[in-house]
């Protein structure tokens, strides 16, 4: 019909230690996007929907909050998997019987590292009980970049309570460090027991960077667990 056409390699990616919670009017579906192939993983979209008893869509929307790029699988890294928040507008009262996620990725082409390094400061929380990380990302490389961070909350059985992404004030420029903080987290922020399940041993924060002259979508990736420590208010 006039529409070019190609072949598409598609990735082996799964959902992972997923769940779906409800608060305040809510529906919040957190997990893990886990690259299981040889190759890396581009994550094109992602979307997720609530259903009733009937397996019927009851609420679903897409998300921009993961790592696009992920490294083939069993990366040291851990570069392999995002974590992923989706939010949903839901009425208390309604039937949510189970969730189900639909995802488009591709296998990708290997990348390089553009020599940058991430360090997690702290965590703590606010006046108002809410979630705050800070950290900083330092450009070792040659090239000044443009670096947006993905951070992950986990609880004590590694299921995701949520996830958050900002992206850095301005371009990082080699041999300079940019700090940033994660001030908004749409699930722990609003929702004590999910606050309360939070382990502050377990907080992968992940960068996808690009050149500063680019306008391409993501172009590298790097995941370290970085660990800080904050109690829950009672």
């Known amino acids: 019909t006039g529409q070019n056409t190609g072949d598409v390699d598609r990735a082996d990616v799964e959902v992972q230690n997923a769940q779906m919670t409800l608060a305040g009017g809510t529906l919040y579906i957190t997990g893990e996007i886990v690259n ?30 993961l790592t696009r790029y992920l490294a083939p699988a069993g990366d040291e890294g851990g570069a392999d998997r995002t974590p992923f928040i989706i939010t949903a507008d839901a009425a208390e009262d309604g039937d949510y019987s189970d969730f189900a996620t639909y995802f488009d990725a591709d296998v990708g082409d290997e990348m390089l590292l553009p020599g940058l390094s991430l360090d997690l400061a702290g965590a703590y929380f606010d006046n108002f009980d809410s979630l705050h990380l800070v950290g900083s990302v330092t450009n070792n490389g040659s090239e000044t970049m443009n670096v947006a961070v993905v951070a992950g909350l986990y609880d004590k059985d ?77």
């Open 158 to 234: 590694g299921l995701v309570l949520d996830a958050a992404t900002t992206s850095l004030p301005i371009y990082v420029e080699p041999g300079a460090t940019v700090p940033f903080q994660f001030a908004y987290f749409s699930n722990v922020n609003w929702n004590s027991d999910a606050a309360q399940a939070v382990d502050m041993d377990k907080q992968p924060v992940q960068f996808f960077a690009m050149t500063a002259s680019r306008s391409a979508t993501a172009a590298w990736t790097i995941s370290r667990s970085c660990m800080a420590r904050a109690s829950p208010k009672a």
């Open 36 to 65: 299981l192939g040889d190759a890396p993983a581009l994550i094109n979209s992602f979307a997720g929907a609530a259903l009733d008893g009937s397996g019927m869509v009851v609420a679903a929307d897409y998300t921009l909050t």
